[in-house]
């Protein structure tokens, strides 16, 4: 497989996992999937549990899906409610707190089932913004909803092929961003505020996001990270992990810093593997001040864990902090 497979498949197992979360990280989701049907008379099963952080169940959703059809994707909301998101079918389901169906949308309308059709889903709050796009429409469409699924505003975006959608925390902000294929690639991110009037947009296409009360912006791609701000016209600082099949899985604001998680992704007898996580952490400009690295292996993405006093790295076999206070 080569690199850039290895780097995409390494993005689309790191953007469930981050989905399975909440924002405030009240509620969780387990998802179990059983495959192997092989025509249209046999059917695989998806099967998703919502729990709180006590690991208490709150509801469960099961699925039965067609034996040629991607398996959704499911949003939890700080709330314990769901968004349950079949691109393929073009469907958006909208399930409250204890799992009732609430709201059913047809972002295409009654078209064919595609491959090519394409929704993101990010939920913050009281709100869940949806990021959808077609090969039938000239450009991505960003709905803002309700947990319910009412419409509070929506907008179109410049590119033609939807990206990744990131609603801030306190849901007063929205990146979404968008791509279009001509001569070159052109890659764009566009921010909204709470009542859908763009703010900025910059050249850069995000996989991760993070957006700070005071404005400052975090874009991550697949091995470059963008700083910069709501408040100003400047373009960002750009920094650049180095080192081959290099990959960020995560990217976080915290308080004056910026926290990267920077990993290699390897292939060894054909299962994606992460290897030797390295925290690195940044100040409001961008100019990186610690880094703290793990000698490990593992099949998942480290994880950041962010506490009042440290921010702590951990694998299955190793961990590694960085004090808070030390920072400068």
Known sequence: MNRFLLLFVSFCFLTSALAQQSRNEE???RVQTRSGAKNAREHNTWTATVVDKNGRQRF???KEIAFDVQFPFLSVADNGACIVISSFDGVIEFYGATGTLSKTLLPFGKRTAEYEQNIKCSA???K????YSSPHDERSS???TDLDGNELWRATLKGKQ???VFL???AKFVAAGSYTFSEKILRMTEVFDVSGKAVRSFSFLFRQADIADDGRVLLAEREKVLFASLSNNHNGVQWNAAGANQVITSARIVGNFSAIVVETGNLPKGKLVYQNPSLVVFNKHGKEIAR???NSSSPSPAQLTIGHRELKLSTPSAQGTLSLASLK
């Open 27 to 29: 509620f969780s989701v």
């Open 60 to 62: 469960q959703l099961s």
């Open 124 to 126: 913050a709050g009281s």
């Open 128 to 131: 869940a913004a949806l990021l």
């Open 142 to 144: 960003l709905l803002m």
């Open 162 to 164: 939807a990206g990744e």
């Open 168 to 170: 801030s925390s306190d």
């Open 292 to 294: 703290t690295k793990l």
